[in-house]
């Protein structure tokens, strides 16, 4: 199991991503916790314990951004160095040089490859970066 015991924090607020993303994890043997409301990610993930890395939607409910929330992240010592990729249907052109500026770990493109997304995820988890634009 490629993701054995890690633990995937995933902020996204669309039901059935949420449902796609947790089934492919899940199979790799990850544990997963959600947040829909980017506006308590924070407060959340303070409550968690042993997060290996987070996923996280750039477009929120509410007109909350997830550079905002990577902001927030990132402002906690404690969580400095955690990888965070942005997961997104943004369009990449114009996300990517955003999320490579701000110092996320990776882009994955919405809609996901479901053989490839937990693949992507221990390869963040080895040290490495993923970009990947989907259909582009």
């Known amino acids: 199991m490629l993701l054995k015991d890690k ?19 899940l199979r790799e043997g990850a544990r997963v916790e959600f947040e829909r409301q980017g506006k308590e990610a924070v407060q959340h993930l303070l ?5 290996d890395i987070i996923l996280l939607d750039l477009m929120l409910a509410k ?3 997830g550079f905002d929330v990577y902001d927030d992240i ?3 010592p ?6 965070i990729i942005a997961v997104s249907a943004m369009d990449a052109a114009i996300a990517l040089p955003q999320v490579r500026r701000k110092g996320f770990n ?6 996901i490859d479901g053989e490839a997304f937990s693949m992507q995820i221990a ?11 989907g259909g582009m």
């Open 7 to 25: 633990f995937v924090y995933i902020v996204e607020d669309n039901t059935q991503n949420r449902v796609v993303f947790q089934m492919c994890l």
């Open 47 to 51: 409550s968690l314990r042993n997060v």
């Open 63 to 65: 007109g909350v951004s």
């Open 74 to 76: 990132r402002a906690l």
């Open 78 to 83: 404690q969580f400095a160095a955690l990888p």
């Open 106 to 111: 990776g882009f994955i493109a919405k809609p």
């Open 123 to 133: 390869q963040v988890l080895a040290g490495d970066q993923v970009w990947d634009m």
